[in-house]
C-alpha cells in the first residue's frame, strides 16, 4: 500500500528466535496466514520507521505511520498471549488449579490475571488444545493470537484443511460465521435450548422500569420477532413520529398481552363449534430454512441449516419446518447459489382433508383445538410419505413441544383416533440390558425350528393290543 514511502530494507515479521541467550528453532511462519497477510505485514514491519522519526509532512506518511503503529502493537498484543498460553499450559501441567483452591482453570486465569471470563475462557481453550511448538509459533509472532484461535476453533469442527485455508483470507467476523456452519448441533443439543428456554421480569431497584432477559432458541425466538415486529408496524398511526424497533417490539408485547386480559369469557360450546372456528383461525404457516445442502446432507442435518435470519438450527427443527412449513435448499459455494426449489411440506388441500377427518387432536386423552396441524408419523427424514394414511391431526403443544422439542414419538400401532406418545430413548433410567450369550440364543433358535418328523408316541406303562383284520370268507 505504501510501498514508495519505504527506504528500508525489509525486515524479519518475526521476533528475534533468541529466548534468555537461547536462539530458538525457526517457526514455519505459515501456518495460519496467508500470502496476502504475510506480504501486508512485510510493507508495515518496513514502514515501522516511520513511528519513530518524525520531520514527514506528507497525508499518506501520517496514514501509514498510524497504520503501522496500530499493527505492530496488535503484533504484540498477540506475542504476550503467546507468553500467557505458555505459563498457563505449565500451570495446568502441574495441577496448579487444585492447589490453589479453584474450581476450574477458567476461574484460576480470571482470578490471577484479573481479566475477563471470557478472553480467560479462551486461553485455557488454547492452553489445553495446542501443543508447545504452535504456542511458541505465537509467543515469537509467526502466528496470531486471534487466527490460532478461530482456526483451532474450525478445526475442532470437523471443517477439511481446505475450509481452513480459504477462512485465511477472510476477517474474523465471516470466519465466525464459518465456524456456525460447520459445529454440529444435535437432536440433544436442541432439545437441551428449548429446555432452557426462560423470560425473566427483574425489577430496577427504585421501581420504575423492570428489566426483560431470557433465553429462547433459534426458531423461538425468530416466529417472536418477526411477529412482533409486524404487529408494532400496525400500531404506529399514519403521520406519528415512528419510534425505533426496539420500542416497536415493547408496545406490541404489552398490546398482545393486553388483547389476552381483555377478551372476553367465551359461553360454552359444543366440540364441533370450537373446532370450527379454531379452524377459520388457522394461519398457513410459512418457514424457511436455508441450508448448505452437501454439508447438511453428510452430518444428518446437524450441520449448515439455519433459519432465514442466520440463526443455527439443528435436525428437531428441519423436522418440524418438514412438517408445517416450507423449505427452500440453497447451495452456496463462494459466490456461486444454487437454487433447488422450495417445497412445501403438506398440500393446502390435503391438511384440509386430513384435520376433517379426525375433527380435532388424535392424542389420546386431549380436547385441545388450539391451532390444529397435521403431522407426519414417520418423519420425510425417515422415510416418511407425504400420504393421508402417514398424517394425523396434533394441536399445538403436543406437535411443537412434545413431539418437535421434547423428541417423542407417535406410535404407529395406537388406535388412529387415541395416538399414543413414546418417550424418546434418551429419557430412559440409564440401564443397558448386557448381550446375551451366544451358546443360549442357539438354543433357543434350535427350539423354534420346525421339524418334519412325527413327535414320539406317549408310553402309558402297558403293551398296546395289537390290532388285526378280520377276513370273513364267503
Known amino acids: 500500500m505504501y510501498e514508495y514511502l519505504l527506504d528500508y530494507p525489509d525486515q ?37 520507521h516511520m513511528v519513530q522519526d518524525g520531520g514527514y509532512a506528507h497525508g499518506d506518511v501520517e496514514d501509514a505511520k498510524a497504520e503501522a503503529a496500530l499493527v505492530r502493537g496488535e503484533a504484540q498484543v498477540s506475542r504476550t498471549r503467546g507468553d500467557q498460553l505458555g505459563w498457563v499450559r505449565h ?28 478472553v480467560a475462557r479462551e486461553l485455557v481453550y488454547l492452553a489445553e488444545r495446542l501443543g508447545d511448538h504452535q504456542i511458541d509459533s505465537i509467543r515469537y509472532g509467526a502466528v496470531s493470537y486471534e487466527r490460532a484461535l478461530a482456526e483451532t476453533r474450525l478445526a475442532e469442527a470437523g471443517a477439511s484443511v ?64 418477526h411477529g412482533l415486529d409486524r404487529r408494532g408496524e400496525r400500531l404506529v398511526p399514519a403521520g406519528e413520529t415512528r419510534p425505533d424497533a426496539g420500542q416497536r417490539r415493547a408496545l406490541a408485547l404489552t398490546t398482545l398481552c393486553q388483547d389476552e386480559l381483555d377478551r372476553a369469557p367465551q359461553p360454552a360450546q359444543t366440540t364441533a363449534e370450537r373446532i370450527r372456528q379454531a379452524r377459520r383461525r388457522r394461519r398457513e404457516p410459512a418457514l424457511m430454512v436455508v441450508a448448505n445442502q452437501p454439508l447438511a446432507e453428510a452430518s444428518a442435518n446437524e450441520q449448515g441449516v439455519a433459519v432465514l435470519a442466520g440463526a443455527r438450527v439443528g435436525p ?89 422439542r421434547r423428541g417423542m414419538r407417535i406410535d404407529p400401532q395406537s388406535p388412529p383416533r387415541r395416538r399414543r406418545l413414546i418417550p424418546p430413548r434418551t429419557q430412559t433410567c440409564g440401564y443397558q440390558p448386557p448381550d446375551p450369550d451366544p451358546h443360549t440364543v442357539a438354543i433357543l433358535r434350535a427350539l423354534h425350528t420346525q421339524s418334519n418328523r412325527a413327535p414320539p408316541l406317549r408310553w402309558s406303562g402297558r403293551r398296546r393290543p395289537l390290532s388285526r383284520k378280520l377276513q370273513v370268507a364267503d
Not at 537461547?22 to 505485514?41: I, K, N
Not at 392424542?363 to 394414511?389: F, K, M, V, W
Open 12 to 48: 524479519d515479521t518475526v521476533q528475534p528466535r533468541h529466548l534468555n541467550g537461547v536462539e530458538t528453532p525457526r517457526l514455519d511462519g505459515d501456518l495460519f496466514t496467508s500470502r496476502y497477510q504475510r506480504e501486508r505485514q512485510r510493507v508495515y514491519d518496513r514502514a515501522a
Open 316 to 404: 428437531d427443527t428441519v423436522d418440524l419446518v418438514q412438517c408445517v412449513g416450507i423449505t427452500e435448499v440453497i447451495t452456496v459455494a463462494g459466490q456461486n447459489i444454487v437454487h433447488h426449489g422450495t417445497t412445501a411440506s403438506t398440500r393446502p388441500s390435503l391438511r384440509r382433508a386430513v384435520l376433517a377427518r379426525d375433527d380435532g387432536c388424535t392424542i389420546d386423552g386431549c380436547t385441545s383445538t388450539y391451532r390444529l396441524e397435521a403431522h407426519h408419523i414417520t418423519p420425510r427424514s425417515q422415510g416418511g410419505t407425504n400420504t393421508a394414511e402417514n398424517l394425523t391431526s396434533l394441536c399445538w403443544y403436543h406437535h411443537h413441544v412434545a413431539v418437535h
Open 91 to 118: 500451570m495446568l501441567r502441574r495441577g496448579a488449579v487444585a492447589r490453589f483452591g479453584y474450581r476450574n482453570p477458567t476461574e484460576m486465569v480470571a482470578s490471577r490475571l484479573d481479566m475477563r471470563r471470557s
Open 162 to 225: 481446505e475450509v481452513i485455508e480459504r477462512s485465511r483470507d477472510l476477517d474474523l467476523g465471516a470466519v465466525k460465521r464459518l465456524l456456525q456452519s460447520h459445529r454440529k448441533m444435535t437432536r440433544q443439543d436442541e432439545r437441551a435450548i428449548f429446555d432452557g428456554q426462560y423470560l425473566s421480569m427483574q425489577p430496577s431497584l427504585d421501581g420504575s422500569h423492570v428489566k426483560v432477559n431470557g433465553r429462547l432458541g433459534a426458531l423461538e425466538a425468530d416466529i417472536c420477532r
